[in-house]
Structure formats: C-alpha cells, structure tokens
Nanobody, 121 residues
C-alpha cells in the first residue's frame, strides 16, 4: 500500500490545518492508521491513531483536545484536523498504516512520505 500525506504548510500560532493521508494500492480500510511527527533534531513521536472503523482514537498528551483524527474508508483517506497550533507543533508529519485493526496492537509497517507543518510565533 502507498500512503500520500498532504496539507502541510506555514501558519501562525493559533491557526488550524487539516492533513490528509490518502492510500492506494492495497488494503487500508481494515487496519488502524496513525499520524506521527518528527521535529528537527528530535526523534519521531506518536501524534494520533484511529481504529479501522473510526470508532476509537488515541492521542498524544501534547495534542489532546487540539487535534482530531478521522477517517473516510470510502475514500481511503485519514485526516488530522489540527487546531490551536503552537510553534512546538512544527514538524514533518507522517501517516502510517498498522497491521492490526487496533492502534494499540499495531506495528506501523507502511509509511507515507511526510508533509511539513511550520507554525510561527
């Protein structure tokens, strides 16, 4: 499966962005999908993930209450709505497909190319 992340950009603090992760070429709708990010000089970290049916989502503490993950399996797409962005949210954001319906049981074995989000203060 191929994953294409898009929607990044340069915004001011407090603004919103919506990232999209579009899948093609393989099975997508029956697996969990996650978003991760990597800031300059830092390790990649978990941001959010969603179950195959979209009924349960997990969030990192740093984004809880500001970010929302959702999916549209008919479109093979997962979204990350990011509100109240902060400069510390600046990073390359990656989407990944898991190998289980649940994010907590998944290993992330398919990755998109990343989309850059820059939040200015």
């Amino acid at each position: 499966v191929q994953l294409q992340a898009s929607g990044g950009g340069l915004v001011q603090a407090g603004a919103s962005l919506r990232l999209s992760c579009a899948a093609s070429g393989g099975t997508f709708s029956i697996y969990a999908v996650g978003w991760f990010r990597q800031a300059p000089g830092k390790e990649r970290e978990f941001v959010a993930a969603i179950t195959w049916g979209g009924d349960t989502a997990l969030y990192a503490d740093a984004v809880e209450g500001r970010f929302t993950i959702a999916r549209d399996n008919a479109k093979n797409t997962v979204y990350l709505q990011m509100n109240s962005l902060k400069p510390e949210d600046t990073a390359v954001y990656y989407c990944a497909r898991g190998n289980d319906r649940s994010p907590s049981r998944s290993k992330w074995n398919y990755w998109g190319q990343g989309t850059l989000v820059t939040v200015s203060s």
